[in-house]
């Protein structure tokens, strides 16, 4: 991490904290993924229509204080955009940018100025479109201003990169700066 070495225990937290969220929303087969609704069906009452979505909602608001802010993509998940509104509710400030466009995601953040650190938040895969981030630009973005990279990589974990590592190693070649997301909830659940 090269802007929030201070927080590296924060984000430990923040990490643990959603990993057991998808991990408890999985053992409960509360998902509405196909293979999950099958076992719920099979195993307790519940019904397929239900989801919790904790992820982002509940990682964004913990990573940031009044002195940060957040920008994230227009396209970005629901969940991201729940993280946002949290966040704002607790005074920090926060901005969308025109989809995967570093140059409106620069000029977001120029518009935020001053702010101590910054929370750059897109998906590692785009669901609907399958479009994947210009991520080394992003990353070269964030570099140049006081960010961080946070990248939901819920449809890419475990499918896309190289052993199924997700799309962030494979376009950075590693994690300087950048805060992967995974879900227990899509590709893993699908494990026997
Ligand atoms: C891109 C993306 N991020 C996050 C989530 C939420 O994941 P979870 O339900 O494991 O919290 C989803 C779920 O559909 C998603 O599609």
Known sequence: MRVMNNKVTLLSLAVAGL???SAAQAALNLDTGATSAIYASEAIPISPATTFTL?????IPGLVTRHDVVVADQF????IDEGLRLAKARGVRTAKF???DPAELEQALREL???RHAVIAVDGVYSMSGELPPLREFQRVAAANDAILYVDDAHGTGVLGGQGRGTVRD???GYENTLVVGSLSKALSCLR
Do not use: W
């Open 19 to 21: 990993f057991a969220a």
């Open 98 to 100: 025109a989809h995967n």
């Open 113 to 115: 100025r001053p702010y």
């Open 55 to 59: 992820t982002n909602t509940g990682a």
């Open 76 to 79: 970005a998940h629901n969940s």
């Open 171 to 173: 376009a950075l070649g």
